[in-house]
């Protein structure tokens, strides 16, 4: 297979702290920047540019599996459902995954923001995946219009129940991605007891490391903060190794590595 082929969906593999080595799917590609119902501080990708918590199908199931059946031999440790905005705004999210479930590709990660897990169809469609890596940035609905700028008519106190729900019915592994930075590091505290409420499996604590338009926390900070999740698995960006990969598939990385 010709790795000159271009690529629009899928991207990678790139080495992540939190996966190992991943290759990107991106199920909501527009080519016209990023489609979120954020627009947090520290995104990678830019400006929110579709600002939304409306489900549709960005791109048919067929295409992708066509790119997916057209990859060059890759090793990864996930095939990661993740991109240039929100995974889960794509009505054919659980479908995708279940088709690369059936084909036992990699394991699957889903990198979400959880916006949407007050609806049960969203949940659903996370059912197959072997991992989801949900976002909580904020304790407070002030500080959650701070740091992630949510839609107008999301509630904080909504997406915690939400991702509180899903934990319930949940057979894979959940991680909590906290990202800290100077707007909430005082939030740590009551993160932390939201965290033991929502009893997941891991809880991977990160500063934007990369350039953003967030700074990131010295590591002597977030050792502070470690310690507010005593008692919980924790892993933090500053702790974590990461492994060497050859990016073989190239599509617009730049525009979608890193945002979480
Ligand atoms: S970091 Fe993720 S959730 Fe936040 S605006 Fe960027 S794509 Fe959306």
């Not at 799917?25 to 990023?34: E, S, W």
């Not at 904020?138 to 915690?160: D, H, M, Q, T």
């Not at 005082?186 to 891991?202: M, Q, V």
């Amino acid at each position: 297979m010709s790795e000159k082929k271009s690529y629009k969906f899928i991207y990678g593999p790139v080495s992540s702290w939190r996966l190992g080595i991943s290759l990107g799917i991106d199920p909501v590609y527009t080519g016209k920047g990023k489609v979120c119902p954020f627009d947090c501080i520290y995104c990678q990708a830019g400006k929110t540019r579709r600002y939304t918590c409306q489900r549709k199908r960005f791109i048919t199931t067929d295409k992708i599996v066509r790119e997916v059946r057209s990859l060059p031999p890759v090793r990864a440790d996930y095939v990661t459902l993740s991109g240039a905005g929100e995974p889960t705004l794509a009505r054919n999210l659980g479908e995708i995954i279940s088709w690369l479930k059936k084909k036992k590709y990699e394991k699957i990660a889903v990198l979400t923001n959880a916006a949407l897990f007050s609806n049960a169809l969203v949940r659903k469609g996370l059912r197959d995946a072997n991992l989801v890596i949900a976002k909580l940035d904020a304790a407070s609905e002030e500080v959650f219009k701070i740091v992630n700028k949510p839609a107008g008519y999301l509630r904080l106190k909504k997406v915690i129940n939400g991702i509180k729900k899903f934990k319930k019915s949940f057979k894979g592994k959940l991680a909590l991605q906290i990202m800290f930075l100077k707007e909430n590091k005082h939030e740590a505290r009551a993160l932390a007891k939201i965290a033991r409420e929502i009893n997941p499996d891991f809880i991977q604590i990160n500063t934007p490391t990369r350039p953003s338009r967030g700074m990131a926390l010295s590591p002597d900070e977030i050792k502070k903060i470690k310690k507010e999740f005593k008692g919980l698995k924790v892993v933090s960006v500053y702790d974590a190794k990461k492994k060497k990969v050859k990016t073989k598939i190239k599509s617009n990385l730049a525009e979608r590595r890193g945002k979480r």
